[in-house]
């Protein structure tokens, strides 16, 4: 199976502030088909997940445009621009490439 | 608007067996590929199982193979998870999610709507 590792495991941040995570596979991610199948999902606190990200970089609707993905290959990133208190929870990485489908261990947002 | 509504989980005795349910509306149910992800208490997020829009592909995490059966009734728009020889490692919150595709054919965009999840927990 393919490992996703993500760091940190814990991110204290400022409100207002940009906030980074970074997510890795053990394998390339990019599909015969050229695209490259790697989401991002949040969960609050209580709540349900909720994907943010599809295919690296593709917001899905009613995202807000603070948040963006990028990466290529085994690299990817998740980056909030401005930190919002409606962000704090975790959020994980997951590949749609290989079968069968692995999540990342999560990371935890919190406000300072 | 897609809606997935979880229900069956609870209580369980080790060994036992439980039959969780997710009602599906807002989509022709038909069309698209649904799953399971568990969530164990203050764990990540795990895949557990899917199935074709058509039902005829089934798909099982090694964790469950042998012990879980998917399956959906298109009468009632209903995917189920039958889960038979529970353990203390089976507790967790499940989840189901709907995809955007009909069938697991290749890579794809997983877990695009999630359900509110139901709770299982596996005790004496």
């Known amino acids: 199976d393919i490992v996703m590792t993500q760091s940190p495991l814990s991110l204290p941040v400022t409100l207002g502030q940009p906030a980074s995570i970074s997510c890795r596979s053990s394998?390339?991610?990019?599909?015969?088909?050229?695209?490259?199948?790697l989401n991002w999902f949040q969960q609050r606190p209580g709540q349900s997940p909720r994907r943010l990200i599809y295919?690296?970089?593709n917001r899905d609707s009613g995202v807000p445009d603070r948040f963006s993905g990028s990466g290529s290959g085994t690299d990817f990133t998740l980056k909030i621009s401005r930190v919002e208190a409606e962000d704090v929870g975790v959020y994980y990485c997951?590949?749609?490439?290989?079968?069968?489908?692995?999540f990342g261990q999560g990371t935890k947002v919190e406000i300072k | 608007e897609v809606q997935l509504l979880e229900s069956g989980g609870g209580l369980v005795q080790p060994g036992g067996s439980l039959r969780l349910s997710c009602a599906a509306s807002?989509?022709?149910?038909?069309?698209?590929?649904l799953t399971w992800v568990r969530q164990a208490p203050g764990k990540g997020l795990e895949w557990v199982s899917a199935?074709?829009?058509?039902?005829?592909?089934?798909h099982y995490a090694d964790s469950v193979k042998g012990r879980f059966t998917i399956s959906r009734d298109f009468s009632k728009s209903t995917m189920y998870l039958q889960m038979h020889s529970l353990t203390a490692e089976d507790t967790a919150v499940y989840y189901c999610?709907?995809?955007?595709?009909?069938?697991?054919?290749?890579?794809?965009?997983?877990?695009?709507?999630w359900g509110q999840g139901t709770m299982v927990t596996v005790s004496s």
């Open positions: 295919k690296v970089s």
């Open positions: 199935i074709s829009g058509s039902g005829d592909g089934t």
């Open positions: 997951m590949q749609g490439t290989h079968w069968p489908p692995t």
């Open positions: 394998q390339s991610l990019v599909y015969s088909d050229g695209n490259t199948y």
């Open positions: 807002g989509f022709t149910f038909s069309n698209y590929a």
């Open positions: 999610a709907k995809e955007p595709i009909s069938d697991y054919v290749g890579g794809w965009d997983a877990f695009e709507i």
